[in-house]
């Protein structure tokens, strides 16, 4: 998640959902790349606390359309998952990997994205951070709608 009280230019804040075997890139990317932007990113994952770590993994395509997955970076965890309150984020990110699958069965996961759903925070989420969706808590907007 990245946090409300960054800079005085930059005042984005949001959690990153993180479990092990994200896919490496898809999580360190955005992470650095908010924080190349002055913005305050927290790293979280269930049942762990900051500077606990998580595992990734790199996807290397070999042959047609197939990948293996090999060792990633081991990415350390920012703060703790059981201490975020969502009114201190002004945003959420969701990377993917396999960690999407683990986090859309877990009910303390669901119910803070439901929380940011509900304060109507931007979700951002990528690859299979989608498969949060599949868990309920994001719904499709309506045919024609218009904000």
Do not use: W
């Not at 790349?33 to 996807?59: F, M, N, W, Y």
């Not at 290397?60 to 081991?74: A, R, V």
């Not at 990415?75 to 959420?92: G, N, P, Q």
């Not at 929380?115 to 925070?121: L, M, N, P």
Request: with cysteine; glycine share 6%.
């Amino acid at each position: 998640m990245v946090h409300k009280s960054i800079t005085k230019h930059h005042s984005l804040s949001l959690p990153q959902h993180l479990y092990n075997f994200l896919e490496d890139y898809e999580v360190i990317v955005p992470f650095q790349s908010l924080q190349a932007l002055r913005c305050h990113v927290d790293a979280v994952c269930p049942k762990k606390k900051a500077g606990d770590i998580c595992a990734t993994a790199v996807h290397y395509f070999e042959g047609d359309q197939t990948y293996s997955e090999k060792p990633g970076h081991n990415f350390t965890l920012t703060a703790d998952f059981e201490a975020l309150y969502v009114s201190s984020y002004d945003a959420l990110v969701i990377p993917g990997g396999r960690a999407p699958e683990y986090l859309a069965l877990d009910e303390k996961v669901i119910a803070l994205v439901k929380q940011i759903v509900e304060a109507r925070k931007p979700i951002a989420s990528i690859c299979h951070g989608q498969q949060i969706a599949a868990a309920g808590v994001l719904q499709p907007r309506p045919r024609g709608y218009t904000p």
